[in-house]
Nanobody, 115 residues
């Protein structure tokens, strides 16, 4: 079974930066995609960024140029560097892994952008 544990959330002022980390464990070969989603209060969960097994990355338009997704395959980690944070980035951020057609989720980490 796959387990995902996020860390790195917190309170940050507008314009600030945070780095989210996701540690994967369990059976993790044959991974298709790893990524980050977020869900703001009263809104649906949305894709923030993902990275495919071949290294191709994909970003939501709202975060392009500000967020960067990366991974360390040896450490079984995926990261989200968030710069230029805005109040509208406030949400619970979830790590996601897709493997053999199945989705796996972490429990989420809260990011609050406020002055």
């Amino acid at each position: 079974q796959v387990q995902l544990v996020e860390s790195g959330g917190g309170l940050v002022q507008p314009g600030g930066s945070l780095r989210l980390s996701c540690a994967a464990s369990g059976i993790i070969f044959s991974i298709n995609t790893m990524g980050w989603y977020r869900q703001a209060p009263g809104k649906e969960r949305e894709l923030v960024a993902n990275i495919r097994s071949g290294g191709t990355t994909n970003y939501a338009d709202s975060v392009k140029g500000r967020f960067t997704i990366s991974r360390d395959i040896a450490k079984k980690m995926v990261y989200l560097q968030m710069n230029g944070l805005k109040p509208e980035d406030t949400a619970v951020y979830y790590c996601n892994l897709v493997r053999l057609g199945a989705d796996y989720w972490g429990e989420g980490t809260l990011v609050t952008v406020s002055s």
